[in-house]
């Protein structure tokens, strides 16, 4: 999870070499998942996973360093059960899982401090599950999940910070996992976001727009993340992971286009796993760059996963 509607009034005032009026996107998966992302069988997963992004750089829509001193650290708990069916349907076992985020977030910007915690959004979906399939010769297993994000989290229009948002988003994605020899193997995910109109916007918006504000919908985005890994042992992998945002949809006030609105960022970096029969435990560290309208730092995720 990334932007949780975690904002304050004056972040979007921040000077910069492109002023953007920007909408916060709803928390998104930014390196969450890794190795062995494709995989899965009859049966429950229950999943605990903890990311902290630490932040000192923040961007403005030109990738310019915004010079007002910042300071953010953000910690995401995310509670994640999934459900695959022995049903088949197009070659693949139906299922379903549910996502509940738990938000912790300190931020500083200049002067000014504000803190938050409560729950995010939560997201339930259905997918389906392809398992022992070839590609190229290769083992390779796929998910096709659609999950919708649910406005249930904390959000008050005159709150001064919120962890959840009034409106629905879909977020679908695509996981797989390819195993081209017997201890390597390559994951990704593809993922895109669609954003539904506030209609009980925050009241910064009237501020900024020196008009009443009725709506506001933040823009589409896709995004990826990438990893491969190599078993050192049976239980051990070693290996690394990416991945990469775009907002390819501007953001909308009152059903007007705002120019130089889209974010990115960018991270890379390390991954450590350790499997041993139902219990997996993974651990990424990310650094970050590449950031437009988006602040950037050091991003370190943490997972357990227990499937019976």
Avoid at 61 to 80: E, F, I, M, N
Avoid at 251 to 257: A, E, F, K, M, V
Avoid at 281 to 299: K, P, T
Wanted: hydrophobic share 40%; aromatic share 14%; glycine share 12%.
């Amino acid at each position: 999870m990334r932007r949780l509607f975690l904002w304050l009034t004056w972040i979007c005032c921040a000077g910069g070499t492109v002023h953007a009026t920007t909408v916060p996107l709803p928390g998104v998966n930014l390196g969450a998942t890794s190795f062995e992302d494709g995989g899965g069988g009859v049966g429950s997963m229950m999943q605990w996973s903890a990311s902290r992004f630490h932040a000192t750089r923040n961007y403005d829509a030109d990738g310019q360093r915004l010079s007002t001193p910042y300071d953010k650290t953000l910690w995401v708990h995310r509670l994640h059960y999934a459900y695959t069916t022995p049903h088949v349907w197009l070659g693949g076992n139906v299922g379903v899982e549910a996502v509940v985020p738990l938000v912790d977030l300190d931020l500083r910007i200049g002067a000014t401090h504000g803190q938050a915690r409560g729950v995010g959004n939560p997201s339930v979906g259905a997918y389906l599950q392809w398992r022992d399939r070839e590609l190229f010769g290769w083992p390779f297993s796929s998910r096709l999940s659609l999950p919708v994000v649910l406005p249930l989290g904390r959000y008050r229009a005159d709150a001064r910070l919120n962890t959840g948002s009034d409106y629905f988003s879909f977020s679908p994605y695509y996981a797989w996992t390819l195993r081209p020899s017997r201890r390597w193997e390559v994951s990704g995910r593809f993922m895109y976001l669609w954003n539904g109109i506030s209609h009980d916007p925050e009241a910064r918006y009237a501020a900024m727009a020196g008009e009443p504000v009725n709506s506001v919908q933040a823009g589409q985005a896709a995004h990826y993340n990438l990893s491969a890994s190599y078993a050192v042992t049976p239980e051990w992998r070693v290996g690394a992971g990416v991945y990469q945002f775009w907002q390819i949809g501007a953001d909308r006030i009152n059903g007007r286009s705002q120019p130089h609105s889209e974010e990115r960022v960018y991270g890379a970096g390390p991954g450590v796993q350790w499997r041993r029969k139902q219990h997996r435990f993974v651990g990424n560290i990310y650094a970050e760059g590449w950031a437009r309208n988006h602040s950037a730092g050091n991003h370190l995720v943490l997972r357990y996963l227990f499937v019976y």
